[in-house]
Structure formats: structure tokens, C-alpha cells
């Protein structure tokens, strides 16, 4: 009699607008409610973790494991996740594998192509993903892998979504290493993380990995053209970025404040070379590229890619770490940094380039016409 007085007491939907309740969709939906099909309209309170791996699988990732937003290793993210998708309870991470000897390859045409192909098959993925969760009569969000980010944000605060790493880690997909990627215990360092957000438990959660994959080689430190990685640990993010994204970002907007600091033509040239000039068109052109990514490159750990490096490291070292090493490239480093003085001691084969970073707008320069001693 209490449960059944209970249930007359609890107020139903206020009633519709008359207006509202005429149109032809709101009548399909109430009758389908009526007749009990509507049913299907509710979703699990639970999402099966057997059904949700088989998913994203099926969807392209190569692995897979989700995480509660309660985690403590989430709480620096709680507040982002839930302004983009209110009401999120779980967070879904997955990684997608890439071709180890295209990341490799000096030429970076290869090495970015691979970036950005497995980059737009992770976006994919994620998006499936969060379309079949939507047709299974849940709200889910996929962020972006990579670009493009929240730039109104930038500088001034974070730029992305969902920090994709923190999730992963949190989720059981790997563990940060020294070069500050994730490294996979199958797949190593040569993934890319996507994340989806759902507002739904999962019947089982990842658990994180009670070991670290990284071997403590130091190849990475080895490897860093501009010695942002130390062999302590330490990670210097401004010699990385300055560098590495020198065509995103910052790096635009110094190029940016070169042009417009430029008394003409000439003046621009004598700063800013012409293979500088067409790198750049093709970052505008196409999707930017990264300068290095090297401590990714030579990362040997991984069940499915230590066995070459177990077998013969030196052969290991001589066709994997040395033609990066060996590569004469331009490296792009804040004036007076450690960067310049790692750069110039450790490759001195390598040319140097002192850019302001484009953190700050370059000094008021006096007028000259010594064009030689300018720099960008």
C-alpha cells in the first residue's frame, strides 16, 4: 500500500503546451512511449565494459580502457570534462598505433604524414565511438586528438579538452615516460590517445599498470636536439616547444612578428631563409609540422618493439638514433637559454637560430641598414 501510494503521490511531466503537443514529432514520440517501445529511449544505467571494448575496436582503436571521472588521479580534470559534457561520469581511453619506421625517418615529411594520418584515424574513431554510445540513448563528447584546440584560450590557460595522457595513465593504457609521451606495454611510445566522454558508469574500469615500460635507456635524452629532456627526469617544456612547434602556435607568431618587422623584402630574407618561408607555406597549406619528435622515434620500449634492441644495440643505435643525430637541420632556441648552449655544444654540425619564441613581442630595434646582424 506504501509503495503504491508512494507512486501515486510522485508527480508526473508537467503538462505540454497545446501547441507543442499538436506537433505531429511530439505525438510519434508520446505514442511510443505509450505503446512501451519508448523504452529503448532509456539506456542502461551501466554500460557493459565486454560491449564497449568491442566497440571501440571495431571502431579502430588497437587498445582500450575506461576510467571513472571520480578517479584521484582525475581530479585536476573533473572540471574541464564536465564543462564540456555535463553530467560525464566515465571517460573512455583509447589508443591508436603508428607506424614505427615512418616516425623515425629523418625526413620529417614522413615522420609528420604519420603523425597526422594516425591523428585523423584516432579522430575518427573517437567519433564513432561516440556516435554509437549516442544511438545507444547516451550524450557522449569525443575532444580532439591534437589540433585543433580551444585557441582563444591561448596563451593565458590550458588549450585542450581533456588532457589525453592524464587519462590514459589513470585508465590503465600505459605509463608517462622520461621523453613525457605515454608509453604503451605492447605498443610502446608509438601511439597516439584519444579520449571519449560518456555520462554513464561502465561495468569495469582499467586499473593502472603496477610497473613503468620505459627501460631507462636514455635514448630520448640522447636523442633531444635542444636537451629538453635531462637524464634526472627533469623536462624542460619552453626548449620543446620553441623548437618542436616552431610552425604552430608561438613559433607562428614570431614568424608573424618577423614578417611584420620586416622594412621590406630583402630586410625579410636576410632573417628568414627560403626553405624557412616554404616550410612554413606548407604548414599553412596542410597540417603543421613538427621540427623533431625524436625522443618518440628512438623509444624502445614496448613488448612488440624492444626485440631489435634487445638483439643488437648497436645496430639498434647506428639505424635508428644516429641519422637523427647526424641530421643537419636548423634548431630554433630562445636566446641565452640552455637550449642554445646544449645545441651548439652537443651538434655543432646542427645551425642555430635564435628566435624570441613568440612568447613576448621582439624589443624596439633602432633603424639600421645592418641587416646581417638582425635575427627573427
Not at 561520469?89 to 597526422?116: G, K, W, Y
Not at 561516440?130 to 582563444?152: C, H, I, K, W
Amino acid at each position: 500500500m506504501t509503495a503504491a501510494r508512494d507512486a501515486e503521490e510522485q508527480p508526473g511531466p508537467p503538462p505540454l503546451p497545446a501547441k507543442l503537443a499538436a506537433h505531429p514529432s511530439v505525438q510519434a514520440v508520446l505514442a511510443r512511449r505509450g505503446s512501451g517501445a519508448g523504452a529503448s529511449d532509456r539506456p542502461p544505467a551501466v554500460i557493459d565494459a565486454a560491449w564497449l571494448r568491442e566497440l571501440c575496436l571495431a571502431a579502430g582503436a588497437d587498445d582500450v580502457a575506461a576510467v571513472s571521472l571520480d578517479h584521484p588521479d582525475l581530479a585536476g580534470e573533473r572540471e574541464h570534462a564536465l564543462s564540456a559534457l555535463p553530467g560525464t561520469r566515465t571517460l573512455i581511453a583509447m589508443a591508436v598505433r603508428m607506424n614505427r619506421d615512418n616516425c623515425r625517418s629523418p625526413a620529417r615529411s614522413v615522420a609528420n604524414q604519420e603523425f597526422h594520418q594516425t591523428d585523423e584515424q584516432a579522430n575518427h574513431t573517437s567519433r564513432s565511438v561516440t556516435q554509437a554510445l549516442q544511438d545507444a540513448g547516451y550524450r557522449a563528447l569525443n575532444p580532439s586528438v591534437g589540433f585543433p584546440q580551444e585557441m582563444d584560450r591561448f596563451p593565458r590557460e590550458r588549450i585542450w579538452v581533456v588532457a589525453h595522457k592524464t587519462v590514459a595513465v589513470a585508465a590503465g593504457l600505459g605509463v608517462m615516460g622520461l621523453h613525457r609521451n605515454v608509453i604503451h606495454p605492447k605498443f610502446g611510445s608509438f601511439v597516439l590517445l584519444v579520449t571519449v566522454l560518456v555520462d554513464a558508469e561502465v561495468s569495469e574500469y582499467g586499473q593502472a599498470l603496477d610497473y613503468n615500460p620505459c627501460i631507462d635507456c636514455k635514448l630520448c635524452v640522447a636523442a633531444c636536439p635542444v636537451g629538453a629532456i635531462a637524464k634526472d627526469g627533469a623536462f624542460d617544456a619552453l626548449a620543446c616547444t620553441t623548437h618542436n612547434y616552431r610552425e604552430f602556435m608561438s613559433g607562428f607568431t614570431d614568424w608573424a612578428q618577423t614578417v611584420a618587422d620586416s622594412e621590406d623584402a630583402a630586410d625579410y630574407r636576410s632573417r628568414v631563409s627560403d626553405s624557412e618561408s616554404a616550410s612554413m607555406w606548407q604548414s599553412l597549406s596542410s597540417p603543421p609540422g613538427y621540427k623533431s619528435g625524436y625522443c618518440l622515434a628512438v623509444c624502445p620500449a614496448g613488448e612488440d618493439i624492444l626485440g631489435p634492441y634487445l638483439d643488437d644495440r648497436k645496430t639498434f643505435m647506428d639505424t635508428v638514433l644516429r641519422p637523427l643525430q647526424n641530421k643537419k637541420e636548423t634548431l630554433y632556441v630562445l636566446p641565452g637559454s640552455h637550449a642554445q648552449e646544449y645545441a651548439q655544444r652537443r651538434f655543432p654540425h646542427k645551425p642555430v637560430k635564435e628566435v624570441t619564441g613568440g612568447w613576448h613581442p621582439p624589443a624596439k630595434r633602432a633603424a639600421s641598414t645592418d641587416r646581417e646582424t638582425r635575427t627573427s
